[in-house]
């Protein structure tokens, strides 16, 4: 049983179109973060959001923590080529030192 | 700072064969992890180890065994080798981090692909 759902599982779209991903459950987190993993690289940590209703901003892409920190989105302004890639999300459930993982959104933006 | 490095980069092996996927990190980190990515199911742990000196099994450890060598290295064998452990491996380390609420944030290495045929 997948704990985080992430949707879309997949979504390639044109340069310069705005998009959004989504990691939901039905657990609360403590905490949550979003990896960005390219091919043939490991995932490599973008924004850890701990507060309900935190909304996060690194240049184009913002994050937002669900109030009731079972959620997550990720939207992206005018999305770019180097935006491709694997968008992982993972929480924290305060259980041990483990992370619980969704699968993943493949992300690919055409020039 | 290498960060954490991991090697090999590539490995193929036969069935039954044995292998030790090796990997250290540089940022004193006291945790450590080990993953399988395989396509469409997510990263997958397979051990962890809280401190030095503790190993845990996490969700799929059947067929490894892992050692903890010191705070830096902590390293995962596979004793047999069998086809449905083809997959991508990635270490990983973390520290625990204070915001008002503990939380961790982990660091990858780049990943062995092993093919076992």
């Known amino acids: 049983t997948q704990l985080l759902e992430q949707s879309p599982q997949f979504l390639s779209i044109q340069e310069g179109e705005n998009l959004t991903v989504y990691c939901n459950s039905s657990?609360?987190?403590?905490?949550l973060q979003w990896y960005r993993q390219e091919p043939g690289e490991g995932p490599v940590l973008l924004v850890t959001?701990?507060?309900g209703g935190e909304v996060k901003k690194l240049k184009r892409l913002t994050f937002q923590f669900g109030d009731a920190r079972k959620d997550s989105s990720l939207h992206i302004t005018a999305a770019q080529p180097g935006d491709t890639g694997l968008y992982l999300c993972?929480?924290?459930?305060?259980?041990?030192?483990?992370?619980?993982w969704g699968a993943g959104t493949k992300l690919i933006i055409k020039p | 700072n290498a960060g954490v490095t991991q090697t090999p980069k590539f490995q193929v092996l036969k069935t039954g064969q044995s292998m030790t996927l090796q990997c250290a990190q540089d940022?004193?980190?006291?945790?450590m992890y080990w993953y399988r990515q395989d396509p469409g199911m997510g990263l997958r742990l397979i051990y962890y180890?809280?401190?030095?000196?503790?190993?845990d099994k996490g969700e799929v450890p059947n067929g490894y065994n892992v050692s903890r060598l010191n705070k830096r290295e902590f390293s995962l064998r596979l004793e047999s080798a069998a086809p449905s452990q083809t997959s991508v491996y990635f270490c990983?380390?973390?520290?625990?981090?204070?915001?008002?609420?503990?939380?961790?944030?982990?660091?990858f290495g780049p990943g062995t692909r092993l093919t076992v045929t």
């Open positions: 990983a380390s973390s520290e625990l981090l204070d915001r008002d609420v503990w939380y961790y944030e982990q660091y």
């Open positions: 940022m004193n980190h006291n945790s």
């Open positions: 180890s809280a401190s030095e000196g503790t190993t």
């Open positions: 657990s609360v987190f403590s905490s």
């Open positions: 959001v701990v507060t």
């Open positions: 993972a929480g924290d459930m305060d259980s041990n030192y483990q992370l619980i």
